[in-house]
């Protein structure tokens, strides 16, 4: 089976740009989660989306960061305009979330590495 | 404050030896789970075991073991014979409530395990 799927896996840009990443959950999965890693601040959790409908997006950072899940295979992360405080690894993540305890495990992309000079 | 504290930023561990690596958690919450993701330098989050705050038993997956003890709020990582390949950092994360769609699941900050021949 194909784990969670993220393009590009590598994204060089330049400040003021827009910048679009995207990610396939596992087939089956109703949950999708977007996360952001850096060594200062950790795995912060950006916004998770449950049947296509997002549920929290406290931890976008603001207003410049937008996600959307337009069907239960496909979602993209948009930062518009980015800035050099954006680069971080950005991943993505799904889980089957059936309601048992076990089922909300989340299983991550292989993430992207985004860098803003 | 703090939900998941791991109080060793980095450790190291003979080829062939256990090792443990300390989570602790803060919830008022009696229903939770508990998760070890462990990412190698290539970047990838990679699930390893769980384990529910009413589950009788500590959870086992393979050489990993969860040292659970609820009433310290204590849920260590315990990995039997380390391997070169053990070499990674190692996420604790807990997730309040019993599950389902409006539970977020919470990073600590990660331990680095480097295994030496």
């Known amino acids: 089976d194909a784990g969670v799927i993220q393009s590009p896996r590598h994204e060089v840009t330049e400040m003021g740009q827009e910048v679009t990443l995207r990610c396939k959950p596992i087939?089956?999965?109703?949950?999708l989660f977007w996360y952001r890693q850096t060594m200062m601040r950790g795995l912060e959790l950006l916004i998770y989306?449950?049947?296509?409908?997002?549920?929290?997006d406290s931890g976008m950072p603001e207003d410049r960061f937008s996600a959307k899940m337009p069907n239960a295979s496909f979602s993209t992360l948009k930062i518009q305009p980015s800035e050099p405080r954006d680069s971080a690894v950005y991943f993505c993540?799904?889980?089957?979330?059936?309601?048992?305890?076990?089922?909300?495990?989340?299983?991550f992309g292989p993430g992207t590495r985004l860098t803003v000079l | 404050a703090q939900k998941i504290t791991q109080t060793q930023p980095g450790m190291f561990v003979q080829e062939k030896e256990a090792v443990t690596l300390d989570c602790t958690y803060d919830?008022?919450?009696?229903?939770?789970?508990l998760f070890w993701y462990k990412q190698p330098s290539s970047g990838e989050m990679i699930f390893l075991i769980y384990?529910?705050?009413?589950?009788?038993q500590n959870a086992t997956e393979g050489r990993y073991s969860l040292n659970f003890q609820k009433a310290r709020k204590s849920a260590n990582l315990v990995i039997s014979a380390s391997q070169l390949g053990d070499s990674a950092m190692y996420f604790c994360?807990?997730?309040?409530?019993?599950?389902?769609?409006?539970?977020?699941?919470?990073f600590g900050p990660g331990t680095s395990l480097s295994v030496i021949p």
């Open positions: 993540a799904s889980s089957p979330t059936s309601g048992g305890p076990r089922e909300d495990t989340q299983y």
């Open positions: 087939s089956g999965h109703n949950s």
């Open positions: 989306f449950n049947n296509n409908v997002p549920i929290d």
């Open positions: 919830t008022s919450d009696p229903s939770y789970g």
């Open positions: 384990q529910g705050s009413y589950d009788q």
């Open positions: 994360a807990m997730r309040e409530g019993r599950g389902g769609s409006y539970d977020k699941v919470i």
